[in-house]
Every structure is written in structure tokens, then in C-alpha cells.
């Protein structure tokens, strides 16, 4: 089938003008949204935008947003961080009214530029309807055929306009049924926050894999992937959006509650209390800190360490190396410090060039590190090029034994339920066992903390073998929904061949 | 309905930057559009820039690219002069293939930007499809809301759209005979250059209301507005596409044309040889130049005028002024100088500010004007506002007298067939006799050249009132289609009340 | 010496917005400034904007204003139009007072960008101090070198700036004589408007070479280039600033004469009439299109030809040409159509390539050419690149003869006062005589006015060989002044030896 | 005396791209700038990027580099990161040569962009001259206005450029008599590093206020603000160096060292220690990060609190948080989480106004903080802005008690070696006591480390009251130089009335 690439002008003039970069080699899993919405308060635009600010760890590469003003529908979108898409004010000006949404993403994948990004919006027959989306739909290629097939159109090439076309051919009578009829026919992960004449939608796939909590600032209601964008605009928490449950607020703040899958037992991303979510949000009632310092806690348990120092790999790394100092009674210190201006790859002196890259980003505490043994502590460990790099830094800087722990069990299996990972041929865990990783990353010893310590750090007994708590497939290749779009072996794998 | 505005940051941000304008405070009437298509050419994408940069004059506010190298499509838009969008080479490499086609548009109504842009582009199921189009169709708002019902999502407010949905949803087996299927529904006018997989079609309505040529470079065929674009690739003029005639070329140069319409009788535009088509292309076998000159020989002997010189309103007058010189015998000269240099609106000082803007753009010969008699001569009087000032800069000047001519009969009637008119109640040939007109602009005389004249000029015996040879509605009131989406009231005008 | 090429981050972006370029493919000669300045008017950079604007012809590459407010002084600069640097309205916010001066330039010699855009400003001793300059001063180097060797630190690569370091280390009391000791020093051709806390110094060079011009808007005082300028912004043409003469104008209106040089006699350049100037301005008392006209009549009696019509190249030959064919009774029509949109240069397709370039400007009116003899007036040769490709597009456009015929006497030496002329050894006329000059651009005959003939056609009876009225330096080699920082060598050219 | 701002068009455009900001609201004390110089190196311009990259704490808001090819000086400048100034890799390419030298700087005061971005330039009589400069020379007005009468013009506003004024206007024969001429005439605080044709010259005040230290890579000489820039590029740290020394590198790595000023008793800057440094930076062979731990223990012992958790001020409070920890035995945890996205201060909506901006940074830890006794560990208090929001979000958060421990003495007094400070009647605690502060800030109690604390966690027994170790006038008004442009009320400030 052709496609089109629309590399238009001025996307492209656009990017030259970004001047950031992830500045992570490639070596992390990244969440791929997060969503926020409000209505029924004043300067709804300027809220989700402030919204949008405090989740941008869930995207930081593009942002969106549409309002309503009880007539009409507007929007803004741009590539870049929220503070500078949305730097002039004027821009809340043209987006006004009491109701609004908006989407920052991880990424623009496919070239495909200001297209992609999100709220989508389209004037159905019964009205503009907007959607933003955190998740993945897992047989969006089959559906899309099919529509193509019928007479759709697509404009972009994201998964979620899927739900558009679904919606909009639908034969339903109200736009709620036929919102319904579309999730009917979708498979995967989605958090979604929805605008139309009539009010907001809000709903999380039936297994409730991603997450969406709902807030209030005085009598307006708010939707946030995670509580600390409630926080930021100073919304209270009011409950999390259940899995399967779509939420539907009018224009008078008046709410109603829909549950059209039945009551599938929830299976929530595990991994957002390993490294997606903030520090300082409440996910399934249990604060994210605490978890992870618990993991460390954990850890220490299960992988003690002879050593001088508990270092951990900033940012991420901080809570659980707390804990494991905690735990384990050695000293907690910043073995590494970190720069706050990470940028574009310079072109490096030949000879310093193996390790500018990232002395750029981390840089050894020299003076600390020298002549000590030292327990590293990371989050996790995905192609295992930045455990090597940094693992090799302490060495420089004269520490005399390295011993990595990691927050989390081993990754070797991929996310197709909205986070970007690497096929899995490329995670380091899927092609090696513990000694052989120990000996890539050249660590004196490796250790991870198991998945039932991993249960037990975010609250829960064990691990529920028949029935898990959590979709943990990134640790355990048990996925808990068809893949329809991928073939067995996309998602087994080579290297279990 | 609602609506979405779209003015994504990033067009927004372009805006700012364009520098030009079209510095005629929208006192002239505009072509919207020309199109440019070639097949079988080498680096087809840059003989396509170098065509539609000789159509500017046809639209100059934004252009579009569309390639298609034999599996994919690919394009390039942007806001802004050919020369502009285009300035980068590297544009072109990723315009690759030997296919392509274009379009200049005049304005980017409606703040939508970026989308309205053409050709436009759709994955259809056989493969994608691109769209170029001149003129208007006069149902599009009746189809589109059918369209919208039955599922389909528009991307853009452009009529264009409405055709590329028509096919898209056509239950006919082939692309070819949806798109006939298509065209059937469709009223209005329209020269289409449209490219598939298979190859190219180039079409015009069955009036041929818009212009369309074909040439050729070598084997490579060619599609354009005029033939001035043919001139400045290095092609060959071979024909007209006829009124009504569907011409498909594939790959291989083959050339299959279809005449889907029967054979109606053809009506093209006059106004094309009055104003739009630059004075080097061949219209309908006529020397547009030659059509403009003899426009003043007609004038001078329908209109004569006792004066010392005659004068032309630059530059668009030139032609007939040279006409009306030639056979009155009163000398030709320029007693208008016109600046190269036409920009935005400054603050003007206030008590210069009255005539500062013309002035900017065009300023009197006063040596030269100064107590002499002088001819003016205009190509046409839309709102009159434009005349008024001019007349007013020959007093300033010093001319003891100013006898007004215009080479085209009073423009009364809007246009609704891709010309931009300001509505009926606006046209001060619609508000006023002759007499008033004259007071209104503060000429000593005021003519304009009759109809029989200008069918004259243009090579005919005389008008065939009956069936008449052109589409000269916005003289005459006489639309040679059915206007859908128009009521009565908007046609005929307030001032027919 | 060393130097550095300070190409900011800054300028070098801005240039790649710039959306125009010269588009004659440097084989035109070009005034390299214009130069305005109103004292003792409100809103006075606005004004000063509108007279720059209408002095683009003389420089349309950068453009500065700097203003006063009675305490500090302002000033805004930029790469590109006036149109483009002053889009926005706020700007003239930030230039306050009821003074300001301002300057266009042709080019950004050397990649010096911004550092080099006039007018020029420094904080003197005595208070701030802006100068705007046209002309060039031909011992600029010598200065600067003795400049530089007493401390004195160049901010730019200009010329200009050597005036304001003589005024800064005068040892004379006051700033008017400190200006005219520097004045003293320096030689070749300038005409100047200076702004001080006191007021504002207008001043041409003792033999006037450049022009500047005296106007009035009610009670503020204006200076010009030209008087095209005057009429712009609404102000009454006064008299020209005489050649040596120095105008003190101070805040209150009071101007004071100053004749510092004595009285040589003045040699303007006559190319201001031949081609600088515009055709609407006056200039030593004569009409610039009537003498351009008067040069046309003259030609054809000097230079008649056998032939069907008179074709101007467009705009600059079509004065002369309207002379020319006034005289010799042939026609004038427009056997060549100039585009309106020249741009940068395109990817061209192979086989057409050769005539891509001319056709984008210009492009034959063929159905009027076509087996035509026809006269081409122009108004000179430089390189003759361009009249070659003119002459070959009327042939193949079909014409049966082409006489070519220039409105100025062979330019055969480099012009040093502020023109940018090729070096000598690429003008055409120095290189040829007329015969292989009509070869080179295969012309079926070739002829230019007499050097008599222009300066009859300028009012003059004849050239005064001992005292020549103007500065003819570029038709004969007599240059009106020293060139002190030239050798021999440079100023007669390689075909002397 | 009048002076201009020439605020150009690009430099204003510029600062509208730049998307990021200090993000501080102006309460923190800011070194105003890092230098860096290499000589003998390949790609010498890209290890000088490097470097700046790793000195961006001391100076994020603009960037410039010159380098010297044997030839010619080449530069580049810009406002914003230097990832953003220098992203283009070409930009490399146009700085070619062995020996370079860059600038970050804090702020562009005064609006004046471009012109005061370092290093500065100047053509001198025996060739190029640049400088970067680190410090603020506090008799530059009065020596500047000697220059300007003397007929010396200035391109900035910065103090930096009278020395290159001194240097082109010294009488000694040699260029670095010149430059120790100029040196001795110049007082207060600064780190030089100057390139000319025959090599670089780095050097520090007498006093050695500002830091500056000298690396090797290989046959190269560099010399940075800090060690992490020598560890970043890969040098080897060689020594420090010396306040008054100068040292002189030619193009073959022979090193020359100069004391042109005797050998006073060094005072280099005590808040290096305490803020302004990298904490993996070695300062006056003692480590930054030890240090600031250092101080934490000494404020426990002077100071200690009933509680259950220190938290430390994101990220500066860090290090002295561990120590405070670890000496008191109260858990360190991170109870404010601070956000990596700091941007432009957006539209809040109305009632959590107050909160949003520092909530954007900054957001309690809930979780952890609720009912707990929170010991907060800062590195200093300028005006209290922050403090008190901070204070009120643990509050906010639930917080039953905090107490407020700031690890360094009170800041008094302005700072005038090239820092950034309120005026004295804006600092805390310049206004009130202790008690009023606590009271101000809303801490149950608050301490300072003592002065004396201070000097010993940075290793001296005490401070020398006689002779201080260090410059701490900021802490005590003991200001080590003359300040000659500045009065003794300045000074003193208001609040010594």
C-alpha cells in the first residue's frame, strides 16, 4: 500500500528549531502520553496546560490542545516542551471556554509531524469530537484496513484516529452508543479523555492498564493520567477512573458512571511504580516513593552487598537507593552527580571521545568514589549500554569494586500496550542470563530484585500466579489481551527460537 | 455546527515571517489558483517548481508539491511564494520520482493553514491519490454535509476535499469510473490534475469555465494552467484540454481521453483575457496580449478622448494603453511609476497619511503630468476605491484633466467560479450608473468598453446572446451553471432589491 | 592583519528567512545606499521607514533606523526589506522622538551582517552620534591603519566608520568642528545625514557626486537620496543640499549653512539619470524619465534601425524606449514579459536548463515577436551575460532581427564612489571593441548612445572636456578625485597593460 | 550622557525562540560566568563547546567562541544553551584552528544582546584580540569614561571591554606589556583567558576572587572555571591557577608564568564552596560535594532539630542534607520532588494561583510528608520569597513541624566580584534578625551555619579575622578591594542607616 510522508515545511523548520533532545542513547523505556482534561473552569486552557507541565515525564516531544467555548472548538499544537509551544499568552486567548483537553507524547514517530499529534479532532455529523489518547490499540491495523476499505480517510497515522473513523461510522443512534459501539471493536490499552458539544469522556480499557485519575477544583471536574498533575493545578483527588469504566460529564458538572465491559479483573502497568510514574503521585492507592524505596528496601534483602558506599544512577535511581541504604546501613551518597543541561551530540576531541557523551549527562564524584566499593542503583536495565558506560565511569574515577542492583526484576519481554521498547532481540535480559549480564556490563556483581519482591514493594502479598495483580508482561511475557496486529513470533521474539 | 480552527503554532509562526503582501487593499479580482502537472520526467518535482513559479500571478499565498516515485508519494507545502517554499535544493531530493504535480493558491481563507493547502492527499484502498484543482464547485457544502453523515471525516474546508470523499466512497469497481462517478455529482468549475499510482489525470468541467494545456518536454507530458508555464519549463504547447475532456497518462506516456460529459457547448472565462492569464500565455488560440491590446483599440474608438497623453495604471493596464495610444495617436507614457518594492502597512505620519499607502506602491511622474490632459487606463473597476486615489494622485500631479478607461465592461455580478469577488453589494458597478461611477472616482469622464466590444477584442463577431461563446456572468448576471449551495438572494445581490 | 568574521548564530539564521535575492545574476550595476532623515516631526521613524521604502532601488538588502527622543537614542536594524525589518507596528514604538535617520543598503559585503547595517552609532564624549552614508571614501584604508595604531577599535568593515573615529579623537573643541575636521581628512564621494543630541547634520562631498535632497513636511525638516522620497511621505521638495555644503538643522527648525570646502565645481554622477534614480525623482532640475526618455530620442537619431517594433527590456529600458520609438516612429510594445516573482535560483531540468534562469524573469510575448525585426533597448551593458540571453530568447522566440540598443555610451571603467561595479577587467566594453561586442551578444547590430548625446539628453549642450559637468568616470576613466587606497593597477584595469 | 540601545531586530526575534528561563524568580545568588580555553588541540573550538557545556551552572543565558586558525580569528555567538548555539555541527567547521577560547554568561543585562556576549573581540594594531572574562571590574565606569574622552568608542556595555580599550591605547612596545599596563589599572575580581596571534593568556586577580584552573589532554593546554570541565573534555587536572599569576602558552605549548603583582595574600570566594561550583568540582584542593556535606554536619552539631525527616531543597540543599543526616541520624528523604521541565511562567487559573508557580518546580511528596516533623536543609537565603514557599507547601502537604537549616551564614551583604545580587536592602538578612526571619519565612525554628562552622567544613581551623582566608564580604561586608564606582551608601546599603 503507499503511503505519503508530509514532511511539510514547516515541521521540519520546526524541528530545527528544538533544542532539546531525550538525551538517553535510546537506553529507556518511555511511557508515550499523558492525557489531562477539565471542564467547567474558567481558563480551562491555561489549567491543562499547567496540567500537561507536570506530566511532561510522560512526553516531552509534542503537545496539544483543544477547548470549547460552548460554540465552537479550538486548538493548539507544536512540537517542544508545553512552556514553549504554549510560551505566549495570546495563545490562551484563542483558546477559549470552559471545557478543554490536551496530550503531550513521547515522540513523533514516522516523520509524520504536527499530523500525529494529539487531541485528534474531527466535525462528525452530530459535532466536533476530540481525543486524546495514553495507551496502545493492539489490532488498530486490521480495523484501519477494513475502514480504508469502506471509504475512510485517515489523516495521520496514529493508532487512536482508529476510534474516530470507528465512531463516526457507526450506526448508533447517540454519540455515546456509538463511542461504546467503537471500544467494542478496539483491543489493548487506553486511557482516554474525549471532548464534544456535550460534555467530557473519560475512560480506561477494561483491564485498566494505563492510568487516569479524577480530580475537582471547586465545582470543575479534572482528568489526569497521574495525581501530580492534580496537584500542580491544585485540583483534590476525588478516585482513579476504574478499569472499563467510561465517566461522562456534562456542561453542568453532573456525572455519570458507565461500565460497559462487564467487571474484568484489573490488570494495571507495574512498571509505572518501577519508573513511569512520578515520585510524588498516588497510583492504586500507594504512593510511588514509597515503593520504590521499598523496592530498595527489598532489594537489599535479597542482594546484599559488601560495600562503602550505596550510589545511585540520578534521577531515577534515588528512592530505591535510599531504601537499600536504609535497609542495608551504608551511606547513601551522590557517587554521581548530573548535569541539568543535556543536549544535541557535540562533535568530540578524538581521544576523549569514548566517554564525553556521557560525562556530558553524569559525571563521577571523583573525590568521593576513589578507593571505595560501591553498590550501584539503577531502575532498570533495557539494551544495557548506559549500565556499561556508567559502570565503567565509576571504575575511572578509582572505585575499587562496583556492584549493580537493580530496581526491578529482568526486562525481556517488549510493551505493545503504549510504552516504547525495543524489540525484544535488543533487551539485554532477553539474550543473556544473570552471569553473562554481570559480565557485559562489567559489574562485580549483578543483582535484580524478583518479581515477587516487586509485588511485595508495591503492596500486595505475592505475586497471584493464575490471575496477576498487574500486567507485568515486560518481566514475564504474559501478555493479558490479543495481539492481533502482531504475529507470535514479534512478540516471542527471536530469541526463543 | 461547530468547527475547529486549527492555526496549528506552527503556521502561526510562519505567518510572522512572510514578508510580502498582496498590497492591493483587495480592490482587484483574483484567480485562486494554478496548476502544474508533469509524467515521465526526470526530477519531475523541480520542473513542477519552475512551472507553478510562472502561475504565481494565479495564486501567490501558498503552494504544494506532490511526488510519486513509483511505490510512494511524497510532498512538500507551505505558506508563501514558490521561490520561498522551495528555497532549500534539498527539498527536491525528497520530492524524488517522475510524477508530480502542483498548485499555487491565491489566499489561505479561514485561518486553516496548512490543511487547505493542496494537492491534496488521501490513502485511498487501490493506493493514494492526490488532487490539484482551479475554480469552485458550487455544491460542495450540499455534498459535504451528505458526506459527513454517512462517516466520512473532512481534513480540510476546502471544496477539493469533497471529490477525494466522492471517489473514496463510490461503490464503482475502478479508480477511473469512481472519479467519473465523482464528477457527475459535482457542479460548478474546475481544471483537475490528479495522480495515482497508475498515472496522471488532468481534467476540466464541461464548460471548460477554467483554463487547462497540455505540452510536452521529450516524452515527458505536461498539464498547466497557461501556457506561459509551458514557456518556462522548455515545453512544447500541443493543446487544450478540452472542455469536458478527462485525459489519463500512465507511466509509459500512453494518453487515453475520455469525454465523460457528452458535449456540451464550452463557456471559459472572459475575465481570463482581461486581467487573470499573463499577457505571454495563448488562450483559446489568442494572444492574450494582443486580446488586452486590441481591448484598447476597441476603447479608443468607442471611447475617445480629447488629451495629451495616455496613461497607464501599471501594470496591468499597459497593454491597452498601448492600444488606445496606437489608435487615438495621443502618445503612450508613463505618468505612474510603480515600486518594485510593496510591502505591509507602516504607520504613516498623520497629516501625509491620506495617500501614503498608494503612494508606497505607486507614485506620479509629476514632470511629466503636470497640466496635461491625460487618459487613464485601467483593466477594470471592482469596488472603485483603487481609481478613486489614482485619479486623486493625476490632480495632486497637476493634470488639469483625468478621462478614465477601462478595458473591461462593469463588473456587476459576483463570481462564483473560483475567482475571489467581494460580494455583489460591494461591486461599485452594482451600486451605481455610469454617471454616479464617474462622480464616485472623480474622473472628467468615465468609459468602459462594451460587451460587443471585448467579444470583439477577443476575436469574435460579437456576443451570440443566445449561447454565448464565454462565461461572462460577472458582467452579464448570466451563470452558465446551477449555483446549490448559493441562495437567490446571494446571487442577484442586495442591490437588486 | 588578522581579522575576524563574526557570523552570529543570529544573522546567518535570519538569512536563510530571507525569501528574495537580487536576481540579476550580478550583471547590473547598483547604487549601494539610500540614505533619509526627518528632524522635528512626530512619529518620525515612521516617516523615515516610508522614505526608506520608497529608496529601496538604491538598496534593498538591509535596512537600520536610529532615533532620537530628545535624551536617549534608539535604533533598529535588520537583513531583508523595509517592508520585512518594520512588519511590526511595534517597533516604531521602540524608535520615540521627533528625530530619526535612516539608511538602505545593497549588500552585506564580506559576512559582517548586522555589525555593518547603518546608520552607524557611537557614544562619543559628547553624546551619542549616528551617521548614514552613500558614496564611499576612497582612503578609507589609509585612515583606518593609522587609526587603528592609536588605539582605536573598529566595530565594523565599513568605510563609514573611519569618519566617526576621526570625530571621536579630533582634538577640535566642538562636535561640528570635529566633524568637519574629519571631513577634511577624508576623500571620494559622500552624501551624509548625521543625528547629535543637538540636532541633525545633513552634507554632501565637495563635488556633490552623490545626491541628497531638502524637503518639508509643515515645520519638520526632511533629507533624501531622491525626491521620490519627498513625495512618499507627503513632504514639499525644497531645493538640493549643494555639493561641499554642510546643514546644520537643530531641534527647534533653525538650519544653518556650512561651506567648509570652498566652492569646486560640482560633479554629480551622471548614472543617477542613466539608471539609479528613479524615474519619478528629480534631479539637478531634470526629470530622470525625461532625460531617460530624451536619451531614447537621441539613440534613435544617432543609432536608427530598419525594424518592426520597439521592445523595452524590461523596466529599466522602457523610458529610452518609449523615446526611441517617439522618434523613429516604429512601435513600442511589450515583446517581453517580466515576472513579478524573482526568487531564488531552482533545480532546473536537464535539457531545459539553459534558458530556465532568463525565462523565470523574463519570457518572450512570442505571438508578438514571431518574425518580427525588432529594436531591443536596454539601458547598459556590464558583463553582457544578460544581454546575450535577452537577444537569444528573442530569437527564439522567432524574431527575424534583433538590434540592440543602450541608453548609456560603453561602460568600460569601475565606478570607486559607491557604486558596485565588477572590476574592470570584466566589463564587457573594456574588453571588446563595439563590432566583438555586437559578436559576444550576437546582435544583428549593436549601438549605444554617445557620451555627447547623454549629456545633451541630460540638458547639457555638449560635454565640457576640460570641466565635465558630472562624474563620468564609468563611460571615460576620468575620475574626479584621488584614490588614495587604489594603485594605478586596480583603477586602469589589466586591459591597460 | 545619552547612550543607545540597540535592541535589533534579530537578537529580539532570537529571545523569543529560546524556551527555557532561569526559573528561579530572581532569588538565588547567580555566578555570572565560566570560562574555557584550549590551545594546541585539534577541533580546539568543539573541546571548547565541551567545556562550556559542563560550566553552563555558572552562566546558561548566552555562549560565544572564538577560535585562531594561524591565520584568522574566527567567532560565534548567541543567546541561549549552548547545545542551542552550537547545534549545528557546521558551525565547527566555520571555527577551525588549534586554539580556542568560550564564555557563558549569566545574563545579557541592559537589553544590549549580542553586543555583550563573550569572548569580545578586537583588530588591534598587531593583530586579533580576544578576552573572556569571569568577575566584575569595580572601577570600569571611571575608567571608561577617561577612554571616551580620549576618543576611544565602545561597542558594549561591558565592564570587559574597557580592558581592551586599555590594552589598544597603552604605549609599552609589546603586547604584553600592554596588557599588564592595562591590568594594573584595573581593580576588583577577575579570570582571564585572552587569546592573540601568539598564543593564549590566562589569568586571576591578585586576590584570586574568581577560580581558574589549568588541564592537559595530551600536548594541550587548557584552562577552565572549574575541574568538571577538565573532566568532561578529558584532561588531566594539572593545577590552580595562581591569584596574581599569569600565565603565557605560545602555539608550542612552552608556558610562561608572570606575577605582575607581587604575591598578595589570596582571597578567593567562599560561596564557590557553598553554591556556586559543580559539586564534582575540586576547589582549592578540596571537594565541593565534601564540603557542602561537611557544612551539613557542621550545622547539625550547631544546630540540631527534633524530627522525623531531613529533607533537602531540590537539587542544591542535597549535599548538606546527607551530612546533616548522617551526623544527627534523622532520616534523609526526598520530600519535595522537583521537576525536570522548568519553563516560562504560564496563566494560572484564579484560586491556585498562588501556589502554581513554585508547584511547577516543586511538588511535596505527600505520602512521605504528611504528620511528619520535617527538618528542610537550603544552601542560602537571598530575599525569602522561596523559603516562605517552600515552608507552606510542606505545610500544605501536612508537615506537623519545620524547621528551616541553611548551610551557609547569613547573606548580608551585596556582592559586587561578579555575582549577582539584590541590592543590599532586598537581602533577608540585611533586614531583619534571626527571629524576624523565622517569623517571615514561617519556620517553627531556623539556624545558620556559623561563620566559623563554615570555614572549618571547608577546612581551615578558623577564620583569620585579621587576614581571611577567603572573600565571604557577602557574609561579613569585609570587602577585600576598593570599589571605586561604586559609593560608600551603595555599599553600605540603606538598611545601615
Known amino acids: 500500500m503507499t503511503s505519503i510522508s508530509q514532511h511539510a515545511a514547516l515541521s521540519d523548520a520546526f524541528r530545527d528549531e528544538t533544542p532539546w533532545d531525550v538525551g538517553d542513547d535510546g537506553d529507556t523505556l518511555h511511557e508515550e502520553c499523558g492525557i489531562f482534561g477539565v471542564i467547567g473552569a474558567r481558563s480551562a486552557s491555561s489549567v491543562v496546560a499547567l496540567g500537561l507541565h507536570a506530566l511532561q515525564h510522560r512526553g516531552q516531544e509534542a503537545v496539544g490542545i483543544t477547548s470549547f467555548d460552548g460554540g465552537e472548538f479550538f486548538s493548539h499544537r507544536g512540537i517542544g516542551h508545553v512552556a514553549h509551544v504554549f510560551k505566549n499568552q495570546d495563545i490562551f486567548a484563542d483558546l477559549p471556554g470552559m471545557m478543554a483537553s490536551g496530550h503531550v507524547r513521547y515522540s513523533t514517530t514516522g516523520g509524520s509531524g504536527l499530523r500525529n499529534i494529539q487531541p485528534l479532532f474531527a466535525d462528525l455529523a452530530d459535532g466536533g469530537f476530540s481525543i486524546a489518547h495514553n495507551g496502545n490499540i493492539s489490532n488498530a491495523m486490521t480495523l484501519k484496513r477494513d475502514l480504508v476499505h469502506k471509504g475512510s480517510i485517515f489523516q495521520s497515522t496514529s493508532d487512536t484516529e482508529v476510534i474516530i473513523h470507528l465512531v463516526a461510522t457507526s450506526r448508533y443512534p447517540t454519540l455515546l452508543d456509538r463511542f461504546v459501539d467503537a471500544l467494542r471493536l478496539i483491543e489493548g490499552a487506553y486511557a482516554l479523555i474525549c471532548t464534544t458539544p456535550a460534555g467530557m469522556i473519560a475512560c480506561r480499557d477494561p483491564l485498566g492498564i494505563r492510568p487516569l485519575v479524577m480530580g475537582r477544583i471547586g465545582s470543575s471536574v479534572v482528568f489526569a493520567s497521574e495525581t501530580v498533575a ?190 516504547d521498547t525495543p524489540e525484544r532481540s535488543k533487551l539485554l535480559a532477553a539474550r543473556m542470563d544473570l552471569e553473562a549480564m554481570a559480565d557485559y556490563i562489567q559489574a562485580d556483581s549483578l543483582a535484580f530484585v524478583s518479581i515477587d519482591g516487586l509485588y511485595r514493594a508495591v503492596g500486595q502479598q505475592d505475586r497471584n500466579a493464575k490471575c496477576p495483580q498487574f500486567c507485568d508482561a515486560c518481566f514475564t511475557g504474559e501478555y493479558p489481551t490479543q495481539l492481533t496486529d502482531y504475529d507470535a513470533d514479534a512478540v516471542a521474539g527471536e530469541t526463543e527460537a
Open 230 to 419: 492534580l496537584d500542580v493545578v491544585g485540583a483534590d483527588f476525588e478516585r482513579e477512573v476504574e478499569p472499563g469504566e467510561l465517566l461522562v460529564v456534562d456542561h453542568n458538572g453532573v456525572i455519570s458512571s458507565h461500565r460497559p465491559f462487564g467487571d474484568p479483573a484489573p490488570r494495571p502497568c507495574i512498571f509505572e511504580q518501577v519508573y513511569f510514574s512520578r515520585p510524588d503521585s498516588i497510583l492504586g492507592g500507594q504512593s510511588v516513593y514509597q515503593s520504590r524505596r521499598q523496592i530498595g528496601v527489598e532489594l537489599a534483602k535479597e542482594a546484599p552487598a559488601d560495600a562503602d558506599l550505596v550510589v545511585p544512577v540520578p534521577d531515577s535511581g534515588v528512592p530505591a537507593a535510599i531504601g537499600y541504604a536504609a535497609e542495608s546501613g551504608i551511606p547513601f551518597e551522590l557517587g554521581i552527580i548530573r548535569s541539568h543541561y543535556v543536549g544535541r551530540t557535540f562533535i568530540q576531541p578524538g581521544d576523549s571521545k569514548r566517554h564525553a557523551e556521557v560525562k556530558r549527562k553524569h559525571n563521577a564524584n571523583r573525590a568521593l568514589v576513589a578507593g571505595k566499593r560501591i553498590v550501584l542503583i539503577d531502575d532498570s536495565i533495557v539494551r544495557g549500554t548506559t549500565s556499561l558506560k556508567i559502570v565503567q565511569m565509576m571504575r575511572d574515577a578509582g572505585a575499587s569494586e562496583v556492584h549493580m542492583r537493580i530496581a526491578s526484576p529482568p526486562t525481556d519481554h517488549s510493551c505493545f500496550y503504549g510504552v
